[in-house]
């Protein structure tokens, strides 16, 4: 049977782990050659290795501009084009850092990995797409972080938010090469970003994260945690034709959390 991306090349930030391995296990099933890119040498290496000759690995930090267009000369290099860029890579900034005690230095990491990056990485893949003269599509992972605002993790949202409001930009600005642009906005997915293990200050993890996904879950109207393949399958379906009138849109994945009012879920 023929697999959904069959033929097409792809480039997925953050591939190593969490979302960004599911979309590289799937797109690679759904017969997609991919760059996987991550600042993880081994997780990313021994991925690579499962999937043989349809992925390649490439150490990238998707912060730094060089890393990021380089990216996008290996895909054409190896693969001979560039049709899917999945920016996915993103940091959290811990669980509740306190905003008083944020320093310009941890702004500035958390917006050049979480919304510097898709740009560039939205600016390098666009730049080889128009040259291909084929379109391709622009995937951007951003959050539900970007629509609902918190006291919690206020450079993050800021991030996503930023991202979101450039992806539907971009779209418009490239739909004239024939790129769609589109983002991703899931919901709390079991993975170490929402785990909260690095940066947390907290020694009860296992406990914190326990109860944030039971007043997540409360004021869900699915009652189902969503998983790295949920996100996964959303990717699939911006990336493939079958989204070919699609462009601009923040697609939420996250089992219907920020439809409504949470007292009536
Ligand atoms: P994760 O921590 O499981 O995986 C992130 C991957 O990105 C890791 O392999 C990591 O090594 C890599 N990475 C981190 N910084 C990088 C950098 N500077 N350059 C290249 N690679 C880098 O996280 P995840 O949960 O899979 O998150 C993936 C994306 O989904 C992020 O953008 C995140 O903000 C977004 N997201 C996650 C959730 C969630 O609940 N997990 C919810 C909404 C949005």
Redesign the pocket.
């Known amino acids: 049977m023929a697999g959904e991306l069959d033929g097409k090349v792809a480039i997925v ?2 591939g ?6 599911a979309t590289v296990d799937l797109f690679v099933a759904e017969g997609a050659r991919v760059v996987v ?4 040498m081994d ?1 990313g290496e021994s991925l690579c290795a499962k999937l043989g000759s349809a992925a390649v690995f490439r150490r ?4 730094q501009k060089g890393d990021v267009e380089a990216l996008v000369d290996v895909a054409v290099q190896r693969f001979g084009r560039l049709d899917v860029m999945f920016n ?5 900034c811990g669980a509740f850092p306190d905003f008083l005690d944020d320093t310009l230095e941890d702004f500035g990491k958390v917006v050049g ?2 919304l510097f ?1 898709p740009m560039v990485g939205t600016q390098a893949a666009a730049r080889a797409m128009k040259q291909q003269g084929r379109g391709g599509a622009i995937l951007n ?5 970007g629509v609902l605002a918190g006291q919690a993790m206020m450079t993050y949202r800021a991030s ?1 938010a930023g991202l979101i409001h450039f992806s539907k930009s971009a779209a418009i600005d490239l739909a004239r090469h024939g790129i769609r642009v589109n983002c991703l906005v ?9 785990s909260f293990e690095e940066g947390s200050g907290a020694d009860n993890l296992a406990q914190l994260s326990q109860e944030i996904d039971a007043i997540y879950l409360s004021n869900q109207p699915l009652k189902r945690r969503g998983s ?1 393949e949920d996100v996964a399958q959303a990717a699939l379906f911006l990336a493939s034709d079958r989204a070919a009138q699609i462009t601009g849109i923040a697609l939420p994945v996250e089992g219907g959390v920020t439809t409504g009012d949470p007292v009536n879920h």
């Open positions: 930030t953050g190593a782990g969490g979302i960004g391995k890119a991550d600042v993880d997780a990238v930090d998707v912060a996915n890579a993103g940091i959290a990995v979480n990056g992972n951003a959050s539900i972080a996503k899931p919901g709390h997915i079991r993975t170490p970003l929402s790295p």
